[in-house]
Nanobody, 128 residues
Framework: QVQLVESGGGLVQAGGSLRLSCAGSGRSLSIYSMGWFRQAPGKEREFVAGQRWIAGYTYGIDSVDSVQGRFTISRDNAKNTLYLEMNNLKPEDTAVYYC??????????????????WGQGTQVTVSS
């Protein structure tokens, strides 16, 4: 069983930065595909960025167009933690951010049903 706990959310002005963390426990996440999703008020949860496990410590990365060049996904296997570095934040980035994990590879990182484990979420609020 895997437990995921997000942290690092908060209130920031437009143009600011935050780094979200997703700490895993229960099992090593090194052979898990992982993703970040977000849900804005009144909207459905959507994919933000993810890492697909390929082999060993090699991962493929994908992200939505709206965050490319601003958000960076990474992981530290020694700390069993996934990160989302968010720069040049915009008010439309306001949402609850969730991390998710699936053992092994995944056909499509953006499919929520593909993931087995989810965190409880962390709130990110960007003021204009």
């Amino acid at each position: 069983q895997v437990q995921l706990v997000e942290s690092g959310g908060g209130l920031v002005q437009a143009g600011g930065s935050l780094r979200l963390s997703c700490a895993g426990s229960g099992r090593s996440l090194s052979i898990y595909s992982m993703g970040w999703f977000r849900q804005a008020p009144g909207k459905e949860r959507e994919f933000v960025a993810g890492q697909r496990w390929i082999a060993g410590y090699t991962y493929g990365i994908d992200s939505v167009d709206s965050v490319q060049g601003r958000f960076t996904i990474s992981r530290d296997n020694a700390k069993n933690t996934l990160y989302l570095e968010m720069n040049n934040l915009k008010p439309e980035d306001t949402a609850v951010y969730y991390c998710a994990a699936k053992y092994g590879s995944v056909a499509a990182l953006n499919i929520q049903g593909a993931y087995d484990y989810w965190g409880q979420g962390t709130q990110v609020t960007v003021s204009s």
